[in-house]
Nanobody, 117 residues
Framework: QVQLVESGGGKVQAGESLRLSCVASGRIYSQNTLGWYRQAPGKQRELVALISNWGGTRYADSLNGRFTISRDINKNTVYLQMNRLKPEDTAVYYC???????????WGQGTQVIVAS
């Protein structure tokens, strides 16, 4: 089992920044992927960004370089730096984890981000 605990959500004005954090604990293999998804009201959950243990990243095309994902391997922590936030970024942001070669994955409880116009 793997546990994920997110923090850093909140309410900001459009154009401001936020940084989300997620700490993973439990049965973590040396090769794994951490990431962030989000779900806006009335919409499906969508990928935001992923980062592998060796640092490879993948981003949603719609972000246009505003978000940056990073991780601290030693702390099993993933970060999402969100800049130039827009009202359409308002969503619950979920941390996600998968061990390499495993069919199972894990989700955090979610952290709310609200961007006011």
């Amino acid at each position: 089992q793997v546990q994920l605990v997110e923090s850093g959500g909140g309410k900001v004005q459009a154009g401001e920044s936020l940084r989300l954090s997620c700490v993973a604990s439990g049965r973590i293999y040396s090769q794994n992927t951490l990431g962030w998804y989000r779900q806006a009201p009335g919409k499906q959950r969508e990928l935001v960004a992923l980062i592998s243990n060796w640092g490879g990243t993948r981003y949603a095309d719609s972000l246009n370089g505003r978000f940056t994902i990073s991780r601290d391997i030693n702390k099993n922590t993933v970060y999402l730096q969100m800049n130039r936030l827009k009202p359409e970024d308002t969503a619950v942001y979920y941390c996600w984890f998968q061990n390499y070669g495993s069919s199972g994955d894990y989700w955090g409880q979610g952290t709310q981000v609200i961007v006011a116009s």
